[in-house]
């Protein structure tokens, strides 16, 4: 018998984003270095996710694994401080020791991405390696509009492990960035996580955005409804409220405002934002 | 052979099946008769009155009777009921081998060693035939089931049928008295009652047994010359058909089975055959090591058989009965008859899905097992047992329920058992290795996972998970982790049943159920004397199972009980509430309501949901000794009080549960002193001293009761209590009180009037009381008895009670829980109705250019740069070692240094879909949904020739704000907003991009306009006015789909262009409060306008008025008649009708512009009337009409359009451009 995959748990935790979870349940016994090493990066990118930058920047000293000061690069470069945190990431990148490490290229990637530079994201990340790395690809691609090179990057995640959660989700982006018959798949894949797994808002997300592009939002506003019980600041969940809503014709502005106020960075607000500005532009335009 | 019941006796020689209870007689060579009941293995009874070995027996179909014939040369009528012998049939000359009734007529055939076979009346008990012709032993004989005819067997190695018609012939009308006088001659002259049909000649030895098919014309026989020959005749004639050869010795009894093509026989070589009818060659032998066999019979409807051997018998079926069904939502998916079926417990609809593949081999118990559904994929995995375990896997087609033509391939496999972890994956145990395979759907092994113990058989244990069956225990395996999650000692585990929400799990085994959570965490045992069958879990999370005879109920805590007796086996495939849904052996699904009323009752008590069991006592009968002394035992004696009459049990159960109130009650009723003084101990241990002096009081109990007073501090009473015991002449009880009362006078007078006296000085003196001391000295005279001397002397006191009156703080009883209870009330969940409402938009096919796949030429030579590996590290030295241990895909990751970003490069972006949705589209909503605001304008301007967009504003960036939805990808990485399109259906391929979803849909503008209707009604006219203005706003910017919608568009616009008119002129008229003829002429445009009559009757109504009022009788008269044109109602009638009885006839008293003779339209910006044949110009959105000097301004109707502007028209649906 193969030896237990002692981090599974906390690995699916942390990408169905029950980060609070993954933190609590890090303890786990009988790690070797290497998994111990994994482990850490897995908590303070939870850390991360939950928005407890300065915990984080604080926590990484200089003698930290090279995964984990990548891992503070991106807390530096999401508490604001962008510039210094590109400087170092893009040093660290052409340290050849340590370049190629892929925590390291994974960050490189995620705030490359932030940045819109999808060209230097891929630079960094398109070789892949670890699952992480073809997830993100799939996503940087997706965000391209380019599915058929996603797919690509999720047929070589399917060879290394088809039934990893990471494979699942990265399939169930596609599908959903692709549409058509392949919501229903995006569906049923969050579905199984919901029974396999405890609920948690990225998952009650993920189906809520299948139903609606399904066009059922009715059963949207409930399983948003439901992730909102989980978390009220959810940024995502509050952003497709405010569709869903707009598409029952129910009024969303209460969630806008506490989109704005908690999150002004949010897409759904910068669009709105531009939106406005635009339809300023337009109308001089057209006038 | 599965083998189900067993005796050890002396030799067996004859058998029986009783039709439809349990029981087999076995008559024994010893001469005993033993009757079994062979589902409970119990010898029920013996009936020992032949002597010598007894050959034949056999049960009567419909009486409770059965006839055994032996070497006695008896043949012996039973009752078993009886137990009593009723008569004997003498007759026969030598041993009698077989006896057996007829299914009809009370006849009873034997054939007997002396060469005859006669048949029998039971009823007139005389024989009524003779067949004579064989001339040795009569080895067997019996009825045809159906025709009047007889087979028999004989060592004079031939097989006879015999024709009985002509005695039923007689039977049937023994009154024909013409008919009689001939038979009469015929039976003086040998008898031809009965003749001999056929002679079946053809065996080389004596024939032991043959017997009849149940149906066709066939016979088969068996004979000592080892072989088994199949006959079959017609009227004319009967031959010899085929031969069956393979036993070693003798064949002593061979029958065809009632449901399947096949033989059984068997023979003193100590072996049971069974042939394959059909083909004629042997399926399978079962052999005895010691036993020879010597006689076969047949269950007449169920599929069991039984064989006499030389010690005893077996009970035996050929071939498991058990359906394979799994259940899945509302439905059974199951196999029957070679197909695949399932049945909708909603509908009660059984539906045949498709047929499923006939094992190659013919041999027994190669039907499915098991079964597995996957839902989501509509496939089912069948397991059986062909070539030692396989699985076949079935992916049914959504559309092909109902068609039996279409026969698939099925996807094979060994495996000792099969099962879906997940939607699209099974796992499949493979045994020899002792590893779990998992697999996809097209059969492909996905991952290999050993498993840590032997296991013989797995099970679904939710997703990802699998219950895994050892020899005497079970465990659930994380498939992904490689973990064992939980695990149980359970012996030979054969069957496991989830509850629906899969909490718990039963695991059913031969004996016994077990009970666990889904962490395998033991919760209760169940043992069984008899088999377990099946069982399912009802919505209350009570476990319903069968066993062969009963169906029973577990309650969460192990309670169990019986809730139903069965007659025959049945699978329980689901239970809700009162009903049961289940499997029957021949694979009908078939309904039992059963009364759960007392399990429900009892898991109420359970989870101390006292409200329902409150309302259960109020509503159903369910009183009954069983559920008192249920409640007893549970420890609720407070709820059984209420289901007493009785006193006594009622008196008992108060006082059990503390309920004195109760006691009190009941022990008026009873009044008897042993009860009272229970309820007095009661009362006491309570401190409810009422009570107690009351219970004292009815006993006349005195002591205590004066000794109650005292500790209570009731001291006149203690006094009283004296004065009682005075007059009852109790003196013992008098001087007690009086020395609780510490009155020493008292006591003194009580020694001295009992004639105490010397006692009576002595307390006396001792208390200091000398003048009394000194009379009483007086009266002893010289006996006076002498003080104890250095004593010092006190006067003894009852100390004094803590309290000096009333009950003692009393002990909190439980004053009945339901007080308690009923406040459980209203916690009935809601039921979570999250049912979408799809929006049900047709299938928009718009041929969409793949714009992705258009723009996939760049960026090739992407994947061909995975093989440069470097390896450039040398200076790190010594960690290089540990570098090598790592995982491949560790190493991998090497390729991605600077040298490689050179070489890279990055595919350029592709079209995002708001852009797609754009090129193709010239409908206004599409544009700005996908944020083209400018030509979302341009679009609308063209169109609709609209000029203002300032109100548009809002409803732009809504449509903009919910033409995304977004999706949290990795953590912490950028979201991924996603395109929302339209018209999703489960068949739209991929990557072709629809059209935006709007947030504005047609049909919530009808549910707008009703809104706006209702404002409009109840008189909120701004409110009114901006609900209509909305809808105008709208509208320009939805898109429907067809056709016939653009109509209802148009005229909608139409409808609320009229009201917004109407509207504004109301609100304009009330803004006039001195100019009422411009009042009037408003209130009569406003009538002028298309509204719905409800609006169009008070608008009448107001204008009427108003007219009225001002004296202008015609025309308030003309609204008067509208009004009563337009369906008023009442009061309206009414005054419309005072309305036309003053006007009729009167003038107008001033002119206004409105002439309702004349057709007009009514400016929208001026409001005067333009009449036909006047010139005007139009919105070219809304198409209010104005007087030519508005041109060129915004339409103050729409207030988005520029009137009289040149416009293409209104476009709004994708079909208007085809």
Redesign the interface.
Known sequence: MASPDLLFNLRNLFYLGAYQAAINNSDVPGLDADAAAERDAIVFRSYVALGSYQLVISEIDSSAATSLQAVKLLALYLSGDKESAIVSLKEWLSDSAVGSNPVLRLIAGIIFMHEQDYTEALKHTHSGGTLDLHALNVQIFIKMHRSDYAEKQLKIMQQIDEDHTLTQLANAWLDIAVGGSKIREAYLIFQDFAEKYPMTGMVLNGKAVCCMHMGSFDEAETLLLEALNKDAKDPETLANLIVCNLHLGKPSSRYLSQLKLSHPDHVLVKRAVSAEDNFERALQAVA | MLTKFETKSNRVKGLSFHPRRPWILASLHSGVIQMWDYRMGTLLDRFDEHDGPVRGVHFHATQPLFVSGGDDYKIKVWNYKTHRCLFTLHGHLDYIRTVQFHHEYPWIVSASDDQTIRIWNWQSRTCVAVLTGHNHYVMCASFHPKEDLVVSASLDQTVRVWDIGALRKKTVSPADDILRLTQMNTDLFGGVDAVVKYVLEGHDRGVNWASFHPTLPLIVSGADDRQVKLWRMNDTKAWEVDTLRGHMNNVSCVMFHAKQDIIVSNSEDKSIRVWDATKRTGIQTFRREHDRFWILAAHPEMNLLAAGHDNGMIVFKLERERPAFSVSGDTVFYVKDRFLRFFEYSTQKEVQLAPIRRPGSVSLNQSPRTLSYSP?ENAVLICSDVDGGSYELYIVPKDSAGRTDYLQEAKKGAGGSAVFV??N?FAVLEKSSNQVL?K?LKNEI??KS???IAMDAIYYA???NLLCKAEDRVTIFDL????ILGELQAPAVKYVVWSSDMESIALLSKHAVVIANKKLVHRCTLHETIRVKSGAWDENGVFIYTTLNHIKYCLPNGDSGIIKTLDVPIYITRAIGNNIFCLDRDGKNKLITVDASEYIFKLALLRKRYDHVMSMIKNSQLCGQAVISYLQQKGFPEVALHFVKDEKTRFNLALESGNIQIAVASAKEIDDKDHWYRLGIEALRQGNVGIVEYAYQRTKNFERLAFLYLITGYMDKVGFMCKIAGQNNNLMGQFHNALYLGDAMKRVEILENAGQLPLAYITAATHGLTEIADRLAAELGENIPSLPEGKTRSLLIPPAPLTASGDWPLLRVMRGIFEGGLDATGKAELE?D????????GDEDLDMVD???A??NG?DG??A??GEANE??GE?GGWDLEDLE?PP??E???????A??VV?V??P?????SQIWTQKSSLAGEHAAA?N??T???LL?RQLGIKN?APL?PL???L???S???????????????A???????????????PP?L???FS?ME?RLKAAYKATTEGKFPEALRQFLNILHTIPLIVVDSRREVDEVKELIEIVREYVLGLRMELKRKELRDDVNRQQELAAYFTNCKLQRVHMRLVLGSAMGLCYKQKNFATAEHFARMLLENNPNESQAKRARQVQQQCSGKKDSCELNYDYRNPFVVCGATYVPIYRGQKDVSCPYCGSRFVPSIEGQLCTICELAVVGADASGLLCSPTQLR
């Open positions: 989501t997940a939607r994956r998992v996809n996905v991952k050993p498993l840590p939710g997703t990802g992904q982790q490689r973990l979570e999250d049912e979408a409402a799809g929006a049900d938009w714009a992705s796949e723009m996939a960026g992407f994947d740069e995975e450039e590290d790190e790592l895909e560790a991998t990751p090497k390729n991605a240094g600077n490689l970003s890279f990055a595919p972006p592709g079209m995002p879909v944020g605001f400018d979302a304008m341009r301007s967009f504003k732009f960036l809504d903009h704000m919910g995304h939805s977004y999706l949290r990808a990795l953590a912490t990485a950028p979201i991924i907003p996603v929302v399109e339209k018209g999703w259906s489960e068949s739209a391929s991929p990557n072709v991009r629809g979803a947030v504005f849909t919530q549910d």
